[in-house]
């Protein structure tokens, strides 16, 4: 009844003439019309969506689009749509129209009795993974609009499908970020990222935690597993871990990283003490990571223990696009907000090495608080809230308990992002 809704003036106001809300996760969805064209006579019962699916899009693999195709009688058609902000305004200044693969896949109806990959993932009832744009009947829109992989899901009523443009990989600073804080959420001690290119997997970034480099130094050996690794090109589509995990899209974790017999590098993990790896997909190819003999003091038993964190790499993108020179992810331990993992830009580690004379930053003093989280701070309520919160002037915030800190290290804006396993708070630094 509209008569025991609080926002009725508000709906009014904005011609609001119909409205349901269902649970949705860890809150409440609400949608409505604003019209009184074709008035729903019951509350609408639109498809479930696959949403572990759609976050592993957007969040891990870099996904630009995601549309849901209806099977209607023996035909598929696009029911609803969306198109990231960041790849509207990318194709807008590209094209100079407002055309996207979505709004041009939606003239396009397909036979649901086809061997197409929509119709392939709704009759078998497993997801369909497309690296060939070819073999598709919209092979000429995906070749128009830069997509180079494709994902299909199958649901009861139709078909998720997302896809992931040929320009996303990880680089500068959210690649940095990637790789550092992985190594610190998952105790590994390297990382490192295979980038895809013309069908091969080529390093494009390493990382080895200070404890890591200072065992191999008593070692005597020199850059590690991680820079030895750049030595090797590996088949996207070959049968290795990288390679495997290329074409299913899905983890792949070796507990014994010496016993693995299709894995190239095998020698090499026994020359430098390589224990357990994970090997993930991510944006543009697959981040690797693994524990060690010597310079790490983490025991994984399973997958799970390799991945307790998803990175928020969507997150971490906006914020270096933003210009942030640090990040750190805030993780829930019982009662208390911890830092459970932390980045500073090269750039500002050298300016504040400079400086200050010292190693220090505010990331790294940042992690020796402990915050409640019952608390009115910006990350326990953003943790409770679900929303973003931005300290324009943390330095002189009064209810900042960081304050000083920011204002020892002249941090400027501060941003609160909550994510799935914490909050990601992010800051611009001023000039030291």
């Known amino acids: 009844s509209s008569a025991k809704l609080k926002r009725k003036e508000l709906a009014d106001k904005y011609g609001i003439t119909q409205m349901c809300v269902i649970p949705f996760e860890a809150g409440v969805l609400e949608f409505g019309r604003a019209d009184d064209v074709a008035k729903w006579e019951k509350a609408p019962n639109p498809p479930l969506l696959p949403k572990g699916e759609m976050r592993q899009g957007f969040e891990n693999l870099g996904a630009s689009y995601a549309m849901f195709w209806a099977k209607d009688g023996d035909k598929f058609h696009v029911i609803a749509d969306y198109v990231t902000e960041s790849r509207k305004e990318a194709l807008k200044l590209a094209r100079g129209d407002d055309e996207t693969f979505c709004s041009r896949s939606r003239e396009v109806n397909l036979d649901a009795n086809g061997d197409g990959p929509v119709a392939t993932a709704f009759k078998t009832g497993k997801e369909v993974i497309l690296t060939d744009p070819s073999k598709m009947k919209r092979a000429a829109l995906a070749e128009e609009f830069g997509l180079a992989s494709f994902h299909f899901v199958p649901t009861q009523t139709g078909v998720l499908e997302y896809g992931i443009p040929k320009t996303a990989f990880l680089s500068g600073d959210v690649l940095g970020a990637s790789l550092k804080m992985r190594c610190d959420t998952a105790g590994a001690s390297y990382a490192l990222y295979w980038k895809e290119a013309e069908g091969k997997m080529v390093v494009a970034g390493v990382y080895s935690t200070p404890a890591r480099q200072e065992a191999l130094a008593d070692m005597g050996k020199s850059g590690g597993f991680s820079d030895a690794s750049k030595e090797y090109v590996l088949d996207a589509n070959g049968d290795g871990p990288v390679g495997t995990v290329m074409k299913t899209q899905q983890p792949f974790y070796l507990q014994d990283a010496t016993a693995c017999a299709t894995m190239k590098r095998s020698a090499l993990t026994k020359e430098y003490g390589i224990k357990s790896i994970c090997f993930v997909p991510t944006e543009g190819g697959v981040l690797e990571y693994g524990t060690t003999e010597k310079g790490c003091s983490t025991n994984w038993t399973c997958m799970e223990d390799a991945r307790k964190v998803i990175m928020p790499k969507a997150e971490l993108k906006q914020a270096f696009e933003s210009g942030a020179s640090h990040a750190i992810l805030w993780s829930k331990q019982g009662d208390e907000w911890v830092v459970g993992a932390s980045y500073v830009t090269p750039e500002r580690v050298r300016a504040l090495k400079a400086a200050r004379?010292?190693?220090?930053?505010?990331?790294?003093?940042?992690?020796?608080?402990?915050?409640?989280?019952?608390?009115?701070?910006?990350?326990?309520?953003?943790?409770?809230?679900?929303?973003?919160?931005?300290?324009?002037?943390?330095?002189?915030?009064?209810?900042?308990?960081?304050?000083?800190?920011?204002?020892?290290?002249?941090?400027?804006?501060?941003?609160?992002?909550?994510?799935?396993?914490?909050?990601?708070?992010?800051?611009?630094?001023?000039?030291?």
């Not at 010292?358 to 990331?363: E, Q, R």
């Not at 910006?378 to 324009?392: C, H, M, N, Y």
């Not at 002037?393 to 914490?422: I, Y």
Request: aromatic share 8%.
């Open 357 to 432: 004379g010292d190693d220090k930053s505010y990331t790294s003093e940042s992690a020796a608080w402990k915050i409640d989280a019952s608390g009115l701070g910006p990350v326990a309520t953003a943790g409770r809230s679900g929303k973003d919160i931005v300290i324009e002037d943390p330095a002189n915030e009064p209810s900042f308990k960081r304050a000083d800190l920011a204002k020892e290290f002249n941090v400027g804006s501060c941003h609160f992002v909550p994510c799935r396993d914490g909050v990601l708070e992010y800051g611009i630094g001023r000039v030291v």
